[in-house]
């Protein structure tokens, strides 16, 4: 299946009536609506794990609610490429739930999108991560800047990315849409190689929206048009497609004399 040009958004909401996306196929479809025009391509559809497993498990029911989405899209003449995922909620069993395709890797591919509590990061995380990546998976991170624990200790994404895992930010994290402390880790992150991907996250055409032109307005103006074309575009692309990526060095972080590694790099606290 040959993949649209244009954004590649890696991580959205859009099947309708399973957790906290949109509650009917009308809102699903205005939501790849919204997302196409903003100049989105692909989507991956990435409902949350725990609503996955509880209405069946990953493959063959997701595939057919995302057979329902494509023939109404389809029916509305919007051209666009729509993939299936998880966005897995990391525990203990997730290697075990990969493993019996309740839960699912992006578009099939090795790469799996996985969720972090928002507060503190697990005791079993380290190890869970580890047994991913022993059977051939590459986890990708999904918005740690928005974790509380990372935004105290972003020097934790330079561990993961040095040990092979890849890390995707939110597009309304870039310009504060998450807090000050999220758009921080993002500016880190970036200019550190320590980002992969930027994703809407979308759950609504309106509320937590899919559209990524003010992302790519936004990384073009900081960061210059290549940077905002490998992070919105070539590299999900290429994590969709199964392919490796070319990566730059990812640079250290280090922390400053008190700890706070922003007071070093921006003078503040
Ligand atoms: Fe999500």
Redesign the pocket.
């Given at each position: 299946m040959s993949l649209l040009p244009g954004f590649v958004d890696l991580?959205t909401?859009i099947i309708p009536g399973l957790d906290d996306g949109p509650v009917d196929l009308e809102t699903s479809v205005a939501l790849v609506r919204a997302a196409v025009a903003g100049g989105t391509g692909v989507l991956v559809a990435?409902s949350?794990s725990a609503e996955v497993v509880q209405s069946g498990g990953g493959s063959p029911g997701m595939e057919a609610r995302l057979a329902a989405v494509r023939e109404a899209v389809a029916a509305a003449e919007i051209n666009v490429s729509l993939l299936l995922g998880t966005?897995v909620y990391l525990e203990p069993d997730t290697p075990d739930r990969l493993k019996q395709r309740a839960v699912l890797p992006l578009n099939g591919s090795r790469y799996v999108l996985v969720?972090l509590p928002f507060q503190a990061l697990p005791l079993y995380l380290e190890q869970t991560l580890f047994a991913l990546q022993a059977d051939g998976y590459i986890p990708v991170i999904?918005h740690p800047e928005r974790n509380a624990q990372v935004q105290r200790e972003p020097e934790k994404l330079f561990d993961w990315v040095t040990r092979g895992m890849l890390v995707q930010m939110s597009a309304a994290s870039l310009a504060g849409g998450y807090g000050r402390a999220a758009a921080r880790v993002c500016r880190l992150a970036i200019g550190h190689h320590l980002c992969h991907a930027v994703a809407s996250?979308a759950h609504g055409p309106v509320t937590r929206p899919p559209t990524l032109q003010p992302a790519f307005a936004h990384l073009s103006a900081e960061y210059g048009p290549a940077v905002a074309t490998a992070l919105l575009d070539e590299q999900p692309r290429a994590i969709v497609e199964d392919l490796s990526l070319a990566l730059p060095d990812p640079l250290p972080l280090q922390a400053g004399a008190n700890g706070n590694v922003f007071q070093r790099l921006f003078g503040r606290g």
């Open positions: 991580h909401h990435t949350h966005e969720e999904a996250d």
